[in-house]
């Protein structure tokens, strides 16, 4: 029932949940009181983007990777402890599982995430956690390589702390891959000498 709702009204949904986080996005101030209710309003926009990626994961990414752009519109306008950097890591997570499912190219998504966290870094650094996802996540060679030179590049543009971050990172992927060759090769050498 839901998907046929969905695919029924498939043309204006996105432009619906855009104009939703627009929406939400346009504040003048969220006081400390007020932080609970708006980020549960958030919660919401971001679990319809998930239910509407369930039928339409490219259309569901594209609105995720459009929050991702749009929210530090108003990181300096909500008196928050933790609220926000919490919701921008459950984003960067969908936007992950999001890009999995749609069969899209992972790069794309990891640029979009890596820009924001240069962008917000040494700022609020609600983006902060996205090298820590990364790092956290399992990806086959292919991608391992694409990512370390999405991180390689963005290293250039960064500063001291997130140079280090990103580059380390990017290490890690191209050294896992190398790594692996090494030891496939090894192991071929090993059975090759056993027969």
Not at 61 to 73: G, T, W
Not at 94 to 99: E, N
Request: proline share 3%.
């Amino acid at each position: 029932m839901r998907s046929r709702q969905i695919s029924h009204g498939r043309s204006n949904w996105p432009t619906a949940l855009r104009a939703e986080i627009d929406q939400l996005l346009t504040i003048k101030f969220i006081k400390e009181d007020q932080v609970y209710r708006y980020s549960e309003k958030l919660d919401v926009m971001l679990e319809k983007i998930n239910n509407y990626g369930g039928v339409f994961p490219e259309e569901a990414l594209d609105l995720v990777l459009f929050f991702v752009k749009e929210i530090p519109r108003v990181f300096n306008n909500v008196q928050d402890e933790c609220e926000l950097s919490m919701f921008c890591y459950d984003l960067a997570e969908s936007a992950f599982a999001l890009t999995k499912v749609s069969g899209r190219p992972l790069q794309h998504t990891v640029a979009a995430l890596v820009d924001a966290y240069l962008a917000d870094a040494g700022e609020t650094c609600r983006f902060d956690d996205v090298p820590e996802i990364l790092s956290e996540l399992k990806f086959n060679k292919i991608n391992r390589l694409a990512i370390a030179k999405v991180l390689y590049y963005y290293a250039t543009k960064a500063r001291d702390h997130e140079l280090i971050t990103l580059k380390t990172l990017a290490d890690t992927f191209s050294s896992s891959v190398i790594k692996r060759k090494i030891h496939e090769k090894s192991s071929q050498e090993k059975q090759s000498q056993l027969f």
